[in-house]
């Protein structure tokens, strides 16, 4: 049988509020470290012209519906044919993301910039977790969990009779580390919040993206459709709602 814990409130005073504060304000300094240290360079021209032909071939697939069938074809061909389609790419013009990277040393210096801002403080602050929080119970879930919930709220306590419940210091790290992005958002804004997975996913992502391959699938998407013109049904739609209303 799980057995219940009476908490000290020294525990909530010493333990928990501190942690959970000292958490938040780690995130907020490291954002403002992490921006001071962005170099700034001018956007590269190729690149955006890619984005914004991305973004036309994405709208030509989305309100294809709402032109004819003949402009529909004329820019399908315009954008997919093999000869000198926009969204075709040849073999040789396909970039090696590693070597664009490492060609551009501010590509490189950036993104050792944005690695160290994240593993610096994060190791720090795991070791002082570890060490003056490690072993302490800090807080129980209102809510009961399965077991199978035990390894990840109960991180340090070696006790299997304590219900799953209850949270230790060293999982309540983890607990912030991973989901403060809804606090983050509401402090720093929406476009600027970033929980820590999300950082570790561009991490292990971080060698760049081919362009070319977001103008193949592109032109993938555009080759497959099929052009279905929706003006000649608007009467009978425009009748169905005006009767449904009626109703």
Known sequence: MAEDLMLDTAIRDWVLVPLSVVMVLIGVLRYFVSKLLRSSQAPDAKVVREGQLILRARNLRAAGGFIPVKPFRARKFYYTNEENGLLHVSKGQAQNPQAQMFSDPNMAMD???KNLS???PQSLTFAWVNFF???FVAAKLPFPLTPRFRSMLQNGIDLST???SYV?????YFL???GLRGLFSLILGEENAMDDTQRMMQMGGGFGVDPTKNLGAEKDG???IQHEWALPKMEQKAEIVLRELVK
């Not at 230790?168 to 309540?172: K, P």
Request: overall charge neutral; cysteine-free.
């Open 168 to 172: 230790s210091g060293r999982s309540w």
């Open 133 to 135: 929080f490690s072993g």
């Open 222 to 224: 555009i080759d497959i």
């Open 111 to 113: 993104m050792m910039k």
């Open 118 to 120: 994240m593993i610096i």
């Open 176 to 178: 912030n580390l991973f």
């Open 162 to 164: 304590v219900d799953v």
